[in-house]
């Protein structure tokens, strides 16, 4: 049976990609392959919302390159691009999964009566209402950045060469303990970043929330495209 391959279209960055980052070939137990669209940086895409003409063709492109050298499925290195999910759909002819905001509605769905899902972004004033409907969430859905940090955002949105996991860590924490204290029936973090889910596991320890993130979802997606075998009784 063949080994189901993810591609992931990458923004052109020069920030760490630590474990856990969607760019690190390490966090996958399955085979991904990289491609970097040359027009998208941290500020085309996040800063300046998906404003230059040149970004969609270049991320078409791209897919479509992707699929020619023999990936299954596709996804990309920025929650920002999922105003671009249908696009790369249709242009693909291969499953996308173009970001982690996708799993809102269905982290919604299993929470208890009364309970609502928390975004953590990269930038809050930058996450519209655009992204969250292309996403198939709520306008309403409860959003915290971590602009007010000192480590995580700086560094990803300014696309700095050297980034303090211990101090992204802290900016991890303190935008969940500002979204909670604003929305206390959050019941469940979904984190819109790809370079988020290595503070998965700390949010978990500190505030007890079943966190979902770029990791869990191509996983999950991974899964459809290569479903595991089990031993016949």
Not at 107 to 132: D, F, K, N, Q, W
């Given at each position: 049976m063949k080994t189901a391959t993810i591609g992931v279209l990458m923004l052109k960055t020069r920030f760490p990609r630590i474990p856990g980052d969607v760019g690190n070939a390490a966090t996958w137990s399955f085979p991904v392959k990289f491609r970097t669209v040359e027009p998208a940086t941290p500020q085309s895409v996040v800063t300046d919302?998906?404003?230059?003409?040149?970004?969609?063709?270049?991320?078409?492109?791209?897919?479509r390159a992707m699929v020619e050298e023999g990936v299954d499925g596709l996804t990309t290195s920025c929650g920002f691009l999922a105003p671009y999910q249908d696009e790369l759909s249709r242009a693909a002819g291969v499953p996308v999964?173009?970001?982690?905001?996708?799993?809102?509605?269905l982290?919604?769905?299993?929470?208890?009566?009364?309970?609502?899902?928390?975004?953590?972004?990269?930038?809050?004033?930058?996450?519209?209402?655009?992204?969250?409907e292309a996403a198939g969430a709520r306008p309403d859905t409860p959003v915290q950045g971590?602009?007010?940090?000192?480590?995580?955002?700086?560094?990803?949105?300014?696309?700095?060469?050297?980034?303090?996991?211990?101090a992204a860590e802290r900016d991890m924490l303190e935008a969940c303990r500002s979204l909670l204290a604003r929305h206390p029936e959050v019941g469940g973090l979904v984190l819109e970043c790809a370079n988020m889910a290595p503070y998965g596991a700390a949010l978990h320890a500190a505030f007890g929330l079943p966190v979902y993130d770029i990791v869990s979802f191509v996983t999950w997606f991974h899964h459809g495209l290569e479903p595991r075998q089990f031993p016949r009784p």
């Open positions: 919302g998906l404003r230059d003409a040149r970004l969609l063709p270049a991320f078409l492109e791209a897919a999964a173009a970001s982690s905001l996708m799993q809102v509605p982290v919604e769905r299993l929470l208890p009566a009364g309970r609502r899902v928390g975004i953590l972004t990269v930038s809050r004033e930058s996450l519209t209402a655009r992204h969250l971590t602009e007010g940090g000192t480590e995580l955002s700086r560094v990803l949105l300014g696309d700095m060469p050297e980034l303090d996991p211990a």
